[in-house]
């Protein structure tokens, strides 16, 4: 399921600084030093606006497509289970661990005992992603599983093996997992969406994926005000909001898990105004956005944006 959102803002500038003192507790610093804010803050400078709006052929989803996803769940996760058919015919699956070639091609070392398993060479391979104890994004690659026979390229698989995980193994073991097709699902309980193969191979990771967790972790301790005065600025919600928590982080936007006593729990997804490439670009906006929004609490700022106004009821509440 791919949750559509409204653009952020048009053209959202600064154009004033308000005549009432910001406090110094308002550029979200907490009793320790914010990791958010490493520089003082002078004459806050940043504008937030977009590109023009899509036509009507085109409805932006401020998300990585499914193809970018299944790269990046690939990219941060080590382990996944392996599964094919055993001699008497009965599906088993194996956890194993794995790398990544450029193209996302799961690279496993397999023993002596557990590569002789398989009757014949189809295979999938799944693997998912932890996100805050609070999602689990997850992918099943389709294909077929193969034994490299030119010894250059083995030289490379083992090269690629030994960078995730920095030990050697005998190339004789090493595999790799072919891909046809992938699924992606969002979480438990979720549809999925078949991602080609050549879509797959050509999609790049998230930008922000080696740096996203501790994004996350920061702003959920030190700037949980900040993402409670989101929920009322940049969304407009039907209902009351008891609790606000960020789940994930990437170069289109985060993810809001939040809790409503007479709604149930929902998911909103925050567009930034423009594409971050990297945790300084993240951090910069997600400051900016920030600042935006505590001067539009306090009237010192008209809003000159579009609410989110689409949600998404969460089915699976994890444990």
């Given at each position: 399921?791919?949750?559509?959102?409204?653009?952020?803002?048009?053209?959202?500038?600064?154009?004033?600084?308000?005549?009432?003192?910001?406090?110094?507790?308002?550029?979200?610093?907490p009793s320790k030093q914010n990791p958010f804010l490493k520089t003082q803050w002078r004459t806050l400078k940043c504008s937030l606006s977009t590109v023009s709006e899509p036509t009507h052929l085109e409805k932006k989803t401020h998300k990585p497509?499914?193809?970018?996803?299944?790269?990046?769940?690939?990219?941060?996760?080590?382990?996944?289970?392996?599964?094919?058919?055993?001699?008497?015919?009965?599906?088993?699956?194996?956890?194993?661990?794995?790398?990544?070639?450029?193209?996302?091609?799961?690279?496993?070392?397999?023993?002596?005992?557990?590569?002789?398993?398989?009757?014949?060479?189809?295979?999938?391979?799944h693997v998912q992603l932890e996100q805050c104890g609070l999602r689990t994004p997850q992918c099943t690659i389709l294909g077929s599983i193969d034994k490299p026979e030119d010894r250059k390229m083995l030289k490379y698989l083992h090269s690629v093996?030994?960078?995730?995980?920095?030990?050697?193994?005998?190339?004789?073991?090493?595999?790799?997992?072919?891909?046809?097709?992938?699924?992606?699902?969002?979480?438990?309980?979720?549809?999925?969406?078949?991602?080609?193969?050549?879509?797959?191979?050509?999609?790049?990771?998230?930008?922000?994926?080696?740096?996203?967790?501790?994004?996350?972790?920061?702003?959920?301790?030190?700037?949980?005000?900040?993402?409670?005065?989101?929920?009322?600025?940049?969304?407009?919600?039907?209902?009351?909001?008891?609790?606000?928590?960020?789940?994930?982080?990437?170069?289109?936007?985060?993810?809001?898990?939040?809790?409503?006593?007479?709604?149930?729990?929902?998911?909103?997804?925050?567009?930034?105004?423009?594409?971050?490439?990297?945790?300084?670009?993240?951090?910069?906006?997600?400051?900016?956005?920030?600042?935006?929004?505590?001067?539009?609490?306090?009237?010192?700022?008209?809003?000159?944006?579009?609410?989110?106004?689409?949600?998404?009821?969460?089915?699976?509440?994890?444990?």
């Amino acid at each position: 399921m791919l949750l559509q959102t409204q653009s952020l803002t048009t053209h959202v500038a600064l154009p004033f600084t308000p005549s009432k003192p910001i406090p110094k507790t308002q550029f979200f610093t907490p009793s320790k030093q914010n990791p958010f804010l490493k520089t003082q803050w002078r004459t806050l400078k940043c504008s937030l606006s977009t590109v023009s709006e899509p036509t009507h052929l085109e409805k932006k989803t401020h998300k990585p497509f499914p193809a970018e996803v299944s790269r990046t769940i690939m990219e941060l996760v080590s382990v996944g289970t392996l599964s094919t058919l055993t001699q008497e015919g009965w599906p088993l699956g194996i956890g194993v661990r794995f790398a990544v070639d450029p193209e996302g091609t799961p690279v496993l070392c397999l023993n002596a005992s557990n590569r002789q398993f398989s009757i014949d060479r189809r295979s999938s391979f799944h693997v998912q992603l932890e996100q805050c104890g609070l999602r689990t994004p997850q992918c099943t690659i389709l294909g077929s599983i193969d034994k490299p026979e030119d010894r250059k390229m083995l030289k490379y698989l083992h090269s690629v093996w030994t960078k995730r995980f920095g030990e050697e193994v005998d190339e004789d073991l090493i595999y790799v997992v072919s891909v046809e097709r992938v699924l992606q699902l969002e979480d438990f309980k979720e549809g999925g969406v078949w991602v080609t193969s050549s879509d797959y191979k050509n999609a790049q990771p998230d930008p922000l994926r080696d740096s996203a967790e501790n994004l996350v972790n920061e702003i959920n301790t030190n700037n949980i005000e900040d993402i409670n005065r989101f929920c009322n600025i940049y969304a407009d919600l039907k209902f009351q909001v008891s609790e606000a928590k960020l789940i994930w982080i990437d170069r289109l936007g985060f993810d809001l898990r939040l809790w409503s006593p007479q709604e149930g729990i929902f998911e909103v997804r925050i567009p930034f105004p423009r594409d971050v490439i990297d945790e300084k670009g993240a951090k910069s906006t997600f400051n900016c956005m920030s600042q935006l929004a505590w001067e539009v609490e306090k009237n010192f700022y008209a809003p000159d944006f579009e609410r989110v106004k689409q949600v998404k009821q969460i089915a699976y509440k994890g444990e």
